[in-house]
């Protein structure tokens, strides 16, 4: 009889779990049929002590193993449900997920920050000065005096206001920090100095009148070229790639010597990517740093051109028309 | 500057491929930005620093490339014959008045005639970019790119009295020049003249008067040396650049001269012209040897390179052309070649025994310098504020510094604005003032291309005129403007309104504890009552407000704009500060109060009167919802705030809380008669 009791219920339970179509009529029968309080499993095992002593071992036994059934088949088709058709008429998982508008930090400073990363990371600090300077500290201090014809390839914005000791221009180089640094710090110096600087050109490809900079000193005793060179390779990796090729060419800057310029291999070519130099005993002596016992380097970098080499970049004027439709790509 | 391989051959020993060539062209400071393969010849076209003008002539190229290669030096060999029983002393006298001229050297060259070109003149000049204009302007411009030493020819037959006499301009004095414009010259000037006027402005131009034309018979050659700084100086004033006046003010050698004037000499000889003997020489002053003592440790030092010993050292500097006068164990005596005027110190050396070690075949190393650790802690504060304001989906732009006059005039407060004397047109002719026309810009710029909604913000300088001062400040600003995507699932944090770039502001400072409020404040720029200015405890720290439609007019703006500038100089410091409380111990009771109020009392009029009641047990209240509708009257406006209630010391409950909250309805009923919902 018990048995009887056993298969039936057993049979109304499959009959029932083959009609469940979604998960509230699922709860359901988990209620009916396992549920704590009026579950039909727990009904049965009230009735065990009607049931006499010898047989009440195995009727036990067999509403234990029913209801372990019941678990079993309840959680499969649980699961089913959650992965099958059943349930997508609930919920749409393809739907795309909630937009939230998020900024663009600008790239020329996203690349800044590149760069001073990995400066900040190699022990440098980060200077800062005046963007409208005077012609002493931009050219003068820098060993390019008024008559000198490396002046000619700084074209320069000049300020229509001059006072007794000063005229004023908008910085070509973020140099004059330079010098301002040597005058306010005593060596050893390890500096950095990002910023805007301007030039007199005409907007095009690969002018602009304003563009970004990052220029970088070093002073200590027995600072070399070897250092230098040292320092921006291991820099470039860090920039680029591991394996990235360098050279180093020999050039001119009024306020370094020896100077240099240093060229990547980007696809093929060698791309020009930064100047720098010894820092020259004349701008030492300019801002009373003793060339015999400190010696120094410096160089300088511009951010538009490696934003434009590293992300391949078609022209300069996208970095300054700021639209929206480029900005938020990076 | 354009070299020939073919010129070099003659000059040097040279014959390595055009490949190879290029390379030592680079790494001998002689970067090559063109090359351009002629029928028999290679031209590398060649950018010459200005402080080598001893590079803007073959012959000092050739020297550089002997130099580097380590082979013999060039030699220019050439030979002529002088016309017997003449002396030029009979031809044409030489004073130098104006010591500015240091050396002044000339040959006289008689019945030449002045035709086209041989062909092979004609073809080289043609192959270095120079236009063939007949036999005698072809030899100076010859003589110059072989050389790098000027020269110039005169008509002798038309210099008056046979005399040559360099001296200061007159003040007044008038020249007409080559290019057949006349000029005025002042006593700066250095003149070439003869016994009645100037003939030509020395290193710079020559004079039409008395130049070599088709009738010239008889030549004066010019081969002169002057002082760099000053043909500059002229050569500015009277905005004229020469191929020659482009050598002079960058210096040429002195020693050079009668060099240059035997050259053209001999190419006239050549040609079919009669030199007449000895070269008139005339100097100002002793040419002084330029010694320089190198010390061998200094040179491995700077460079770097501690295995390159003392023999290597001289061999090196014995490649230069430099003579070493003595040697002293640990350093040497140098003299230097008059061409090299760069070379003038220990370093100017060491730099050019850096160049023929290679550049490349120094071996890096790490600076030992430590200057201790860096605070980085400002940039980190303005990289939080602009994550904070891309998180509210404004997008960083960077804009020029310099606008037109009128737009430049757009500022929140008075500015005398900053002119460039010389800017690129007028459209950016003054420095800004303020970031707001930027913005405006880029966002016309941005609406008439697809966009819908704007938010950018810019953190950048500005530039005014204060009590004769020039200063520089750095602001933060923001723009919203338009509307969203207006997708259905826009929410609060997406819309493009007051409220959105109050809330941008208010994030910024949401972990300091501090709070800003805005004063009504009227600004030209901004809407009648919808200018305020941003207060921080009690400090202005920017301004706010809806952009005026004036304004918007001069951009051809018409969609709704709301723009804040903030000084962060004036709360940067507030940010490294973060403000905390903590966690508390036991739950909290809430309500929510929904009134009907007259639009007449402010949010911040109600939010007052509740911080007046120091209410028991308040701990913090917020706004929830605001709305307006026909149903509750035009007038009116609906308002939801939860109050949360909290006891620090044990868990509140809900009888102790509704007192405290029917404090605050009993006093927003009586105070600004509100209704209840």
């Given at each position: ?8 219920l057993?049979k ?32 049965l ?6 049931i006499p ?5 195995i009727?036990?036994q ?17 699961r ?26 600008h ?13 900040l990371?190699?022990g440098?600090?980060i ?13 003068t ?25 000063n005229?004023?221009l908008?910085?070509t ?40 900079q ?23 990796k ?19 010597e020896p100077?240099?310029?240093?060229d ?5 070519e060698?791309?020009?990517i ?6 020259d005993?004349?701008?030492f ?8 016992e ?7 970098l511009g ?22 439709r480029?900005?938020?790509?990076f | ?10 000059l040097?020993?040279?014959d ?13 400071m ?27 002539g ?9 130099a580097?290669?380590n ?10 014959e ?10 044409i006298?030489v ?18 005639k ?9 073809k080289?000049l ?11 302007v072809?030899v ?5 790119m ?7 020819t005169?008509?002798?037959n038309?210099?008056k ?9 007159i ?15 002042t ?8 016994t ?15 130049g070599?034309n ?26 004229v ?23 053209a000499?001999y ?29 061998f ?18 061999e ?13 164990g640990?350093s040497?005596?140098?003299l ?13 050396i ?13 071996e890096?190393t ?12 400002d940039?980190?504060?303005?990289n ?12 960083q732009?960077v ?9 430049a ?6 500015r005398e ?8 047109s007028?459209?950016?002719e003054?420095?800004?003032a ?15 291309r ?22 520089e400040?750095?602001?933060l600003?923001?723009l ?7 997708r ?8 493009y ?7 941008a502001?208010?994030?910024i ?8 409020s805005?004063?009504n ?13 941003i ?15 004036d304004?918007?007019q ?19 410091n507030e ?13 909290s ?31 913090e209240?917020?706004?929830?919802d ?10 009116n ?16 409950n809900?009888?102790?809380?509704e ?19």
């Amino acid at each position: 009889m018990h048995d009887e009791v056993i298969d039936s219920l057993k049979k109304e339970f499959i009959e029932k779990l083959n009609k469940i179509k979604d998960n509230p009529s699922l709860l359901a029968l988990k209620g009916e049929f396992v549920g704590r309080k009026r579950g039909k499993i727990n009904e049965l095992f009230k009735q065990m002590g009607k049931i006499p002593a010898e047989k009440r071992k195995i009727f036990g036994q067999a509403i234990n193993e029913l209801k372990s059934f019941f678990e079993q088949e309840l959680k499969q088709f649980e699961r089913n449900l959650k992965i099958g058709s059943l349930s997508q008429k609930e919920e749409d998982w393809t739907l795309p997920g909630y937009k939230i508008d998020i900024g663009s930090k600008h790239l020329l400073l996203q690349v800044m920050d590149e760069v001073i990363d990995i400066f900040l990371k190699m022990g440098y600090h980060i200077e800062d000065g005046p963007e409208v300077e005077t012609d002493y500290y931009n050219f003068t201090a820098l060993n390019i005096p008024e008559e000198h014809p490396a002046r000619d390839e700084h074209d320069t914005f000049y300020i229509d206001y001059e006072d007794r000791d000063n005229r004023y221009l908008l910085r070509t180089h973020t140099s004059p920090v330079q010098i301002r640094t040597m005058l306010k710090k005593k060596p050893p110096l390890k500096i950095i100095i990002p910023g805007k600087v301007f030039r007199k050109d005409e907007p095009d490809d690969t002018h602009s009148p304003v563009f970004h900079q990052l220029e970088g000193l070093v002073v200590g005793k027995k600072i070399s070229m070897a250092d230098l060179k040292g320092t921006l390779t291991t820099f470039l990796k860090a920039l680029f790639k591991e394996d990235v090729q360098v050279r180093f060419r020999p050039s001119f800057f009024p306020f370094t010597e020896p100077s240099a310029e240093v060229d990547v291999m980007m696809n093929g070519e060698w791309l020009e990517i930064l100047g720098c130099g010894m820092v020259d005993p004349a701008v030492f002596e300019n801002v009373g740093i003793d060339s015999e016992e400190y010696t120094g380097f410096a160089f300088g970098l511009g951010i538009d051109r490696i934003a434009m080499v590293k992300y391949k970049a078609r022209s300069l004027r996208l970095f300054y028309e700021n639209d929206l439709r480029f900005l938020r790509q990076f | 500057m354009k070299i020939s391989y073919n010129i070099l051959k003659e000059l040097i020993d040279i014959d390595i491929s055009v490949e190879e060539l290029t390379s030592v062209f680079n790494n001998a400071m002689l970067p090559v930005e063109e090359m351009e393969r002629t029928d028999d010849d290679t031209i590398f076209d060649v950018e010459i620093t200005p402080n080598r003008p001893d590079l803007l002539g073959h012959i000092g190229v050739a020297w550089q490339l002997s130099a580097f290669l380590n082979i013999s030096p060039p030699e220019l060999k050439f030979e002529y014959e002088t016309v017997k029983g003449e002396n030029i002393d009979d031809y044409i006298e030489v004073e130098i008045k104006d010591t500015r001229c240091r050396r002044y050297s000339g040959i006289v060259v008689r019945d030449f005639k002045i035709q086209e070109s041989p062909e092979w003149l004609k073809k080289r000049l043609e192959s270095l970019g120079i236009r063939s204009i007949n036999n005698a302007v072809d030899v100076s411009n010859y003589v110059m790119m072989i050389t790098g030493h000027p020269i110039h020819t005169f008509d002798l037959n038309l210099l008056k009295g046979r005399k040559i006499i360099v001296r200061k301009g007159i003040k007044g004095e008038k020249i007409l020049c080559l290019d057949e414009e006349e000029r005025e010259l002042t006593e700066d000037d250095i003149v070439i003249a003869d016994t009645e006027k100037a003939v030509a402005i020395a290193g710079v131009i020559g004079g039409e008067e008395t130049g070599v034309n088709d009738e010239t018979t008889d030549i004066f050659i010019e081969s002169a040396y002057f002082i760099p700084r000053f043909i500059r100086y002229t050569a500015r004033r009277l905005r004229v650049s020469t191929e020659s006046s482009y050598r002079f003010e960058r210096g040429a050698d002195i020693k050079a001269t009668v060099l240059a004037a035997k050259y053209a000499a001999y190419l006239f000889y050549k040609m079919g012209g009669k030199i007449i003997p000895s070269v008139k020489d005339v100097r100002a002053g002793e040419i002084s040897d330029n010694i320089i003592k190198l010390r061998f440790e200094r040179v491995r030092m700077v460079l770097g390179v501690y295995e390159l010993s003392d023999d290597k050292i001289v061999e090196i500097v014995r490649r230069l052309g430099i003579k070493i006068l003595s040697s002293a164990g640990k350093s040497i005596e140098c003299l230097i070649p008059s061409f090299r005027r760069d070379i003038f110190r220990e370093i100017d050396i060491i730099e050019e025994i850096g160049i023929l070690y290679g550049y490349n075949n120094i071996e890096g190393t790490i600076p030992s310098v430590f200057s201790g650790i860096y605070n980085d802690e400002d940039r980190k504060i303005k990289n939080r504020v602009e994550n904070i304001l891309m998180n509210y989906g404004f997008s960083q732009v960077v804009n020029y510094s310099f606008l037109s006059e009128k737009e430049a005039s757009v500022s929140l407060e008075k500015r005398e604005i900053i002119k460039i004397k010389n800017p690129l047109s007028l459209n950016f002719e003054f420095l800004r003032a303020s970031i707001l026309p930027s913005l405006l810009k880029n966002s016309e710029y941005n609406l008439n291309r697809e966009q819908k909604g704007i938010k950018i913000f810019e953190l950048g300088r500005i530039f005014y005129l204060e009590q004769n001062k020039i200063r520089e400040e750095e602001h933060l600003s923001m723009l919203i403007a338009g509307e969203g995507e207006n997708r259905w699932e826009q929410k609060k944090s997406d819309m493009y309104d007051f409220r959105a770039l109050k809330g941008a502001i208010e994030s910024i400072f949401q972990k300091t504890g501090k709070e800003i409020s805005l004063i009504n404040h009227d600004n030209s720029v901004f809407k009648k009552g919808v200018s305020f200015e941003i207060i921080m405890d009690n400090r202005k720290i920017g301004y706010m407000g809806e952009i005026a439609d004036d304004l918007k007019q001069l951009y051809d703006l018409d969609k709704k704009m709301f723009y804040a500038e903030l000084y962060p100089i004036e709360f940067i410091n507030e940010l490294k500060e973060v403000k905390y409380k903590d966690v508390p111990k036991y739950p909290s009771v809430w309500f929510d109060l929904s009134i009907i109020v007259s639009k007449e009392n402010s949010y911040s009029d109600i939010k007052k009167a509740i911080g007046s009641l120091a209410i028991k047990y308040l701990e913090e209240f917020y706004l929830l919802d605001v709305y307006e509708g026909k149903n509750i009257g035009d007038d009116n406006r609906s308002i939801s705030i939860r109050f949360i209630f909290r006891a620090s010391d044990r868990t509140l409950n809900s009888e102790e809380a509704e007192e405290s909250f029917n404090k605050i309805k009993d006093e927003l009923v009586k105070k600004f008669n509100v209704k209840i919902r």
